[in-house]
Structures are given as C-alpha cells and as structure tokens.
C-alpha cells in the first residue's frame, strides 16, 4: 500500500484560523491571514473546533494517492460522502496482470494461503479467457474484491477529522485502518494544528462504540506501529 499526499491548501491551519477569526472581527480574512502567528491560529482552531463551529476547518484540502490496495477497501472509502475520488477504471486498464492484496489473517495461516492462492488463480485465469472474447468491462466480473486499485481522494480537513474517528479505530477492518493512519500521518506533517487530536475516537476521551469497544484504547497522538495496524477488526464489515 501507497499513501501519498498529493497536494493540499496552502498554509492549511492559517487560512482555517482566519476564517474563524473573520467571524468575529471587523477585519477581513486578508488581513486576518497576514497577521495570525502559529500561537493565535492553534487558540483559535481549538476554540472554534471546541465550539462545534466546524465549517472554518472546510477551507482547507487535501488530496491524496492511494496505491495497490483492494476493491474491498475502496468500497468502504467511497462510503464516505463528502469527497471527490477518481479510480483506476476496470473498463480501460487491462486486468491482465494477477495483482490482489493477501489479507495478513491468510498471509499467516499456510493453508487459507493455498487455498487463497488458488482461488485468484482461477480467477484470472477466467478473466484471461473471457477477454478475449468479451470487452474487459465484462470479462472483470470474475475478478475478486481483493484486487488491487489505485484510487485518487481529496477531503477537507472536517471530513478527514470524521475519516480519522472512524477509519483509525479498531473497529474498522485492518486494511482500511492502516491506510487511514498513513493518511493522518501525511495530513500532520501539512497541518500540525489542525490535525494536532485527529485520530479515532478514544484519542479524545472514552470509546464512543458502546458495547463493540475492543478494550484497547490508543495513546493520545501517538501513531501505531505497522504490526498493530494489522490486527484484526472487531466486528466484521461487509
Ligand atoms: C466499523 C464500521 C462498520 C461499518 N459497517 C457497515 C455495515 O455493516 N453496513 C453498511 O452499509 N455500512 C457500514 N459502515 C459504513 C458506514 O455506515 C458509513 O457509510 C461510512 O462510515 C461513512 O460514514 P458517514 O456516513 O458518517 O460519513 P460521510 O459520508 O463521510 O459523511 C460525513 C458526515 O456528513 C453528514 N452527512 C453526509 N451525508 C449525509 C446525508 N445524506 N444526510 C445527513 N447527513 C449526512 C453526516 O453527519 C456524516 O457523518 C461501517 C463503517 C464502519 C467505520
């Protein structure tokens, strides 16, 4: 898996603190921008954020390049609303090539591998035949959810912090949860401030998912190893 933050607003956290500011003040957010130092914009991105008034943090953008994971993951991505995504098209790209994602739970267990292994086999080795015959657009209904995709996201930062609270907890599958962590990673290092307590739910106080809690609560701001974004999710996701 490839996680690479394309591109983002310009000063992200700046422009996101004067916006806020301009609601309260006579200045405009020009002037606003100019003026505020890292201090005055974490003041005002915390208070704001605090507050609910959630819309100044839509002003800044992220886009990232997600590389050689799943179609399982990229179904759950695009179940979240607020996004423009552009994904490698099964309808133009030749699938010719095996290429699929080994959950680690198979990686781990020789003989789901064999059988695993055996299974993409079959089917492209079907999806092969069949392209010969019937355009690719057709011929890609044997393949399987574990083929590789490259997918294209770009989110503003309220819709990354909602991404983080779900895709970085443990209840989201493994697969999902590691790319949502390199991607918290990537938006970081461009917006300190504002992605400073993005991460899942219990980075910001108790668990909120109720009796499916996994027991495990991350440490505050602290990013888990590969290993630990590897654990199994608690309940399954379709
Ligand atoms: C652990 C886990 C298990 C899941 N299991 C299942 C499952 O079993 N079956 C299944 O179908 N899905 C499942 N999902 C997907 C889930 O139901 C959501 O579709 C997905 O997480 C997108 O989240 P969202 O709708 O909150 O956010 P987004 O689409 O990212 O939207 C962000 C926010 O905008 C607002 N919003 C967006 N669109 C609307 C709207 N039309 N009306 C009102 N408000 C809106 C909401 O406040 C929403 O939270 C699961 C997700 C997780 C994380």
Redesign the pocket.
Known sequence: MKVVLLNFTKDPDRISAAAAQSCYSEKGASELFETTTDEKAKKMIKKVVGMGHLSVVEHAYFTFSIEGVSRSLTHQLV????ASYSQQSQRYVSMDRSQFVLPPSIAGDPEARKLYKAAMDESWKAYRELAKKVPKEDARYVLPNACNTNITVTMNAR?LW??FS??CCR??QWEIRMMAWKMLAEAKKAAPILFEDAGPGCFRGPCPEGEYACGRPYKKGQMPSEEEMLVESGKP??
Do not use: C, D, G, T
């Open positions: 179940r979240h609303r607020i819709e909602h991404f779900l895709r209840r989201a996701e379709p």
